[in-house]
């Protein structure tokens, strides 16, 4: 079976601080895909970033930067120096199937 | 380039009728999905297309629910008749390929059933 899990239901934090959103994910796929999307409050979901199975590099864009660990089955997601206009609700996803129940962010000035 | 557009962006409904949402995705996409999410739950996939076909359909929760996807471009999901349960926002999305490609979404159409 397929399962996202996104522990963490809400998380505030204040501008500039580095924040983790953490996302641990089950299938027993050999060939699987990653991706990680953005709800900002327009409603809707932007995609950020997709990481096919074969790929453990981790990948920094800007202020977001990505850690795969295929051994933790984790793929998480970090924002250095968060900003105001970070706050949204972020979705991780498994092969565009099985996605996560979302993480709140609000990022205070 | 025009997104994928939802219609409507809210409905409420009394319990026991019927309620059409539609989908227009971007053009030239032969691929489009159909989501839900109810309130602070995950995003469940309920089917998927490829042109007019349905590839996928195992995320429908019953008969109550009824896709279409005439002629390969817009889609209509159709809840018939409606019951509490099937409260949430429904998320259309496509791509031009399919689950391994990033998907591109709508806004949405909250649903509320009364």
């Known amino acids: 079976a397929q399962k996202v899990t996104q522990a963490q239901t809400e998380i505030s934090v204040v501008e500039k601080e580095d924040v983790t959103l953490d996302c641990v994910y089950e299938?027993?796929?050999?060939?699987?895909?990653l991706f990680w999307y953005k709800q900002p409050p327009s409603g809707e979901l932007v995609f950020l970033i997709r990481?096919?199975?074969?790929?453990?590099q981790n990948e920094i864009s800007g202020r977001y930067s990505w850690n795969f660990q295929k051994s933790t089955s984790s793929f998480n997601f970090t924002i250095t120096a968060s900003q105001v206009v970070d706050s949204a609700v972020y979705f991780c996803?498994?092969?565009?199937?099985?996605f996560g129940a979302g993480t709140r962010l609000t990022v205070k000035p | 380039e025009a997104g994928v557009t939802q219609f409507p962006s809210h409905s409420v409904i009394e319990k026991g009728q019927t309620v059409t949402l539609r989908c227009d995705p971007i053009?030239?996409?032969?691929?489009l999905y159909w989501y839900r999410r109810v309130m602070g739950k995950e995003i469940k996939f309920l089917l998927h297309?490829?042109?007019?076909?349905?590839?996928?359909e195992s995320g429908m929760p019953n008969n109550r629910f009824l896709a279409e996807r005439t002629g390969g471009t817009y889609s209509t999901l159709k809840v018939q008749p409606a019951e509490l349960e099937d409260s949430g926002v429904y998320f259309c999305?496509?791509?031009?390929?399919?689950?391994?490609?990033?998907?591109?979404f709508g806004s949405g159409t909250q649903l509320s059933v009364l």
């Open positions: 299938t027993r796929d050999t060939t699987y895909y």
């Open positions: 990481r096919n199975s074969f790929d453990e």
């Open positions: 999305a496509s791509s031009q390929y399919q689950l391994s490609e990033k998907l591109f």
């Open positions: 053009s030239g996409h032969d691929n």
């Open positions: 996803a498994l092969s565009g199937v099985r």
């Open positions: 297309f490829v042109k007019e076909s349905k590839q996928d």
